[in-house]
T-cell receptor, first 111, second 110 residues
Framework: DAGITQSPRHKVTETGTPVTLRCHQTENHRYMYWYRQDPGHGLRLIHYSYGVKDTDKGEVSDGYSVSRSKTEDFLLTLESATSSQTSVYFC??????????FGPGTRLTVL | SQQGEEDPQALSIQEGENATMNCSYK?????LQWYRQNSGRGLVHLILIRSNEREKHSGRLRVTLDTSKKSSSLLITASRAADTASYFCATDRTGNQFYFGTGTSLTVIP
């Protein structure tokens, strides 16, 4: 497996609370991505980063923000979690070869 | 809307048989990739085919790409129980972003 970890791996939280998910890589890859995976929808891109402090929105970015203050870390924040954000969240990294390497995922439940 | 759509949604075969799954997409691409996801795990890259390629092989995997029909197929030959997983196609878009389909769930029965 590529050197990519996600934390926490599981989280249960309540509606309205802020949540931050962390993605950490040891590969020094330029690109980092946050996806969510839901039944019937496949993987959908939330936000991505193409360098330190350089981020952009994906197709389902509403309600999410990201930050990348150093190459190895990419944080996904849910400012005020809602039940519709219950999902499995995957981080991925990519160098210059188009191949993406995925983390193990974070299962988030918003009650 | 999603760029890639896999077909069939689910496939069940006996061990030793070949498995074929298809992916259709909507707009022009530079490359198309196939990924595998075992239950409860992240996706793993299998193979990439570029728009100027028509066929590519990797071990028991054979991928074809027909840009005129905007479709690709993944063939797994001599399937094994360990091939049981979900398979996704991903197409590139600008800025090193990718669209993933909803996946084909493959079950290989021992």
């Amino acid at each position: 497996d590529a050197g990519i970890t996600q934390s926490p791996r599981h989280k249960v939280t309540e509606t309205g609370t802020p949540v931050t998910l962390r993605c950490h890589q040891t590969e020094n890859h330029r690109y980092m991505y946050w996806y969510r995976q839901d039944p019937g929808h496949g993987l959908r891109l939330i936000h991505y980063s193409y360098g330190v402090k350089d981020t952009d929105k994906g197709e389902v970015s509403d309600g999410y923000s990201v930050s990348r203050s150093k190459t190895e870390d990419f944080l996904l924040t849910l400012e005020s979690a809602t039940s519709s954000q219950t999902s499995v969240y995957f981080c991925a990294i990519s160098g210059n070869t188009d191949t993406q390497y995925f983390g193990p995922g974070t299962r988030l439940t918003v009650l | 809307s999603q760029q890639g759509e896999e077909d069939p949604q689910a496939l069940s075969i006996q061990e030793g048989e070949n498995a074929t799954m298809n992916c259709s997409y909507k707009t022009s691409i530079n490359n198309l990739q196939w990924y595998r996801q075992n239950s409860g795990r992240g996706l793993v890259h299998l193979i990439l085919i570029r728009s100027n390629e028509r066929e590519k092989h990797s071990g028991r995997l054979r991928v074809t790409l027909d840009t005129s029909k905007k479709s690709s197929s993944l063939l797994i030959t001599a399937s094994r129980a360990a091939d049981t997983a979900s398979y996704f196609c991903a197409t590139d878009r600008t800025g090193n972003q990718f669209y993933f389909g909803t996946g084909t769930s493959l079950t290989v029965i021992p």
